[in-house]
C-alpha cells in the first residue's frame, strides 16, 4: 500500500494507457517480429534502454540500426490489430467501476496515436471521457498536455485531479508540475525500473496495481473532508 495522499483528496482520477490500462505485451512483440528478433531479446534491449533513460526509439537505433522502422507503422498496425479486451490488466474493470460508483469523475488521457481513441472507446471503460495525445494534439511531458487533460474534466482545480501513470518522467513529474496529485503505478518496463528522482516530489500514492486505488481515494476523501 502506497502512503495516503496529505491536503484536500481528489474527485478526478485520470488514468494514463501504456502499462497503466493496457498490457504493451503484444505491442512489443510484433515490433521484434517485424524487426526480426526475439521477443526476449528486444524486451532485453527495451529495459537496458529505460534504464539508461533513452527513449524507445533506441531500441530501433541498436537492434536494426539500418531498418526505417517507422515505416512500418502501418504494417505494425495490421498485425497487432488494435487494443483487445485481453490486453486491459484484470484490475482495470473492477477499479474504474469502484471509482465511478463511488462519485469519482473517471477519464482516460495518455500519449497514444489517434488510432488508438477509438479502439478504447470500443473497449467500453467505465470513463467520463478520454482522448490520446495526438488527438489534444501535445504529449507528455509538455505542460500542454495536462492542460489539455483539464479541459477533459468537470473540476478547473488541478489538486483535485489524481494523474495515474507508470513513468516518473512522463507521467509523475510531468503532472505533478502541472499541480496534479500523483499516483506512481509501478508496473510493466518503465514502473519497475525507472527510479524516483531526487528532484522529483514524492508521488502521493505508490502502488504496484489498481485494485487498491478506490479504497485509497475513498479513505482520502474521507480524511480530508
Ligand atoms: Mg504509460
Not at 38 to 64: K, M, R
Not at 105 to 132: F, H, K, Y
Request: negative net charge; charged residues 25%; hydrophobic residues 40%.
Amino acid at each position: 500500500m502506497g502512503s495516503l495522499g496529505v491536503g484536500p483528496a481528489p474527485d478526478t482520477v485520470v488514468f494514463d494507457v501504456g502499462e497503466v490500462l493496457i498490457d504493451e505485451t503484444r505491442v512489443w512483440a510484433v515490433w521484434a517480429e517485424l524487426i526480426g528478433v526475439s521477443p526476449l531479446t528486444f524486451a532485453a534491449v527495451l529495459g537496458a534502454g529505460i534504464v539508461q533513460g533513452e527513449p524507445v526509439a533506441a531500441v530501433f537505433a541498436h537492434l536494426a540500426p539500418n531498418l526505417a522502422w517507422r515505416e512500418l507503422e502501418e504494417e505494425h498496425e495490421e498485425r497487432y490489430g488494435g487494443f483487445r479486451e485481453e490486453d486491459l490488466y484484470p484490475d482495470v474493470r473492477p477499479c474504474l467501476s469502484e471509482l465511478a460508483t463511488a462519485g469519482f469523475e473517471v477519464v482516460i488521457a495518455g500519449n497514444q496515436p489517434a488510432r488508438r481513441g477509438p479502439q478504447l472507446e470500443r473497449l467500453e471503460l467505465p470513463c467520463g471521457s478520454l482522448s490520446t495525445s495526438e488527438q489534444m494534439g501535445a504529449s507528455k511531458p509538455d505542460p500542454a498536455f495536462f492542460t489539455a487533460v483539464l479541459d477533459l474534466v468537470t473540476t478547473e482545480d488541478p489538486g483535485r485531479v489524481l494523474y495515474v501513470g507508470d513513468r516518473t518522467d512522463n507521467d509523475v513529474r510531468a503532472a505533478a508540475a502541472a499541480g496534479m496529485r500523483t499516483c506512481w503505478l509501478r508496473r510493466g518496463p518503465w514502473g519497475q525500473l525507472q527510479d524516483l528522482p531526487d528532484d522529483v516530489e514524492e508521488p502521493d500514492l505508490v502502488l504496484e496495481g489498481l485494485g487498491e486505488l478506490p479504497m485509497l481515494l475513498t479513505a482520502w476523501q474521507e480524511e480530508s473532508a
